[in-house]
């Protein structure tokens, strides 16, 4: 997905926690670039059980990818906010 809309980095922290619920698929790997309130970046990788959130560069627009099987995309764009 790409986005415009701007995260923090506890609710990015929050998102990853509840992709290891269940309630969306089987996550297998979720990665993203989005922007934050303050003008930086906020980049974040995340396997099962293990997240990594941290700024970095500036990319053009948010994106954000979730893989796995039987994902429900739908929630999963709705816990994003996208």
Same mark, same amino acid.
């Given at each position: ?19 290891? %619920? ?5 996550? !297998?790997?979720?990665? @993203? ?5 303050? $003008?930086?970046?906020?980049? &974040? ?11 970095? %560069? ?5 994106? !954000?990818?979730?893989? @796995? ?5 739908? $929630?999963?764009?709705?816990? &994003?906010?996208?």
């Amino acid at each position: 997905m790409e986005t415009a809309r701007k995260f923090d980095a506890e609710t990015i922290r929050h998102a990853l926690e509840e992709l290891d %619920s269940g309630k969306y698929g089987m996550v !297998l790997r979720a990665k @993203g670039i989005v922007p934050a309130p303050d $003008g930086t970046w906020i980049h &974040f990788d995340h396997v099962p059980g293990e997240a990594d959130v941290r700024t970095g %560069s500036a990319d053009v627009t948010g994106k !954000l990818c979730v893989i @796995g099987t039987d994902l429900d995309e739908f $929630g999963i764009a709705k816990l &994003f906010g996208v």
